[in-house]
């Protein structure tokens, strides 16, 4: 004799249902499906005994909803892109000439920035800076000055530069294919008995704290570089003499 099989939860089942003819109620409203699979979908819905078919039953649904958020999110995205891109300014300068200049905190970097350091310095700190996605050109000048670029680790940028009598410093940190939706610094320009450099440190950090982390990073990826090559020698077999 074969024990009856246990009961479905019934708070279970009656909010599966709940949820189910609310979801179906909505997806009607939103023209989703006409009034005879509307009344069809609800009876099955009430006549249902068991969660799965309730899930069953707006699992379409739950599809269509999900890809509809995700649609948004783009959309969203996207106009949010387009509104850095039409407020950007045109062009801008950032001039020390005699004196220093520095620009920090949550400013708009032009899409064609001009930076001048004559026997002066410029600093220009973009890790809170605002910058519209595609390329933002950088054009420096450092004439018996200097320049220095504080750039946060996330954001991508190229450096070519010419150092006559001076240097041009910096490191590519950009990918080989730029993503459109994301911004692009491109440093470009001559340091003629100055300086120019690009400083990469996160927030709040200083350049001797920027120094420290990477060190830090460095060592640690050391470590781990060995503890992967021993690893692969232990795993090689062992040749006999």
């Known amino acids: 004799m074969t024990e009856p099989k246990p009961k479905a939860n019934l708070v279970a089942l009656r909010d599966e249902r709940e949820k189910t003819i609310q979801l179906l ?89 001009k930076v001048v350091g004559c026997m002066g310095a410029v600093v220009l700190d973009l890790r809170e800076a605002i910058i519209a996605p595609g390329i933002t050109e950088l054009k420096v000048t450092a004439f018996m000055g200097s320049v220095e670029i504080i750039v946060p680790p996330d954001l991508a940028f190229e450096c070519n530069g010419v150092g006559l009598l001076g240097s041009f410093e910096g490191v590519d940190q950009a990918p080989a294919i730029p993503d459109p939706n994301k911004p692009l610094l491109r440093i470009q320009g001559v340091a003629f008995m100055g300086s120019s450099e690009v400083d990469v440190r996160q927030v709040g950090e200083s350049g001797r704290q920027a120094r420290k982390r990477r060190k830090r990073e460095k060592k640690a990826l050391a470590k781990d570089r060995k503890r992967e090559q021993k690893a692969l020698a232990k795993s090689r077999p062992k040749q006999r003499p």
């Open 25 to 113: 109620s909505d997806a009607f409203a939103a023209d989703l499906f006409d009034v005879d699979e509307f009344e069809s979908r609800v009876e099955q819905a009430q006549q249902a005994n068991h969660c799965e078919a309730l899930i069953a039953l707006r699992q379409d649904i739950e599809v269509d909803a999900a890809s509809s958020d995700e649609t948004a999110i783009e959309a969203t995205t996207q106009k949010t892109q387009q509104a850095l891109v039409a407020a950007q300014p045109k062009s801008g300068w950032a001039i020390g000439l005699f004196s220093a200049s520095e620009r920090k905190g949550q400013w708009r970097v032009p899409k064609v920035l």
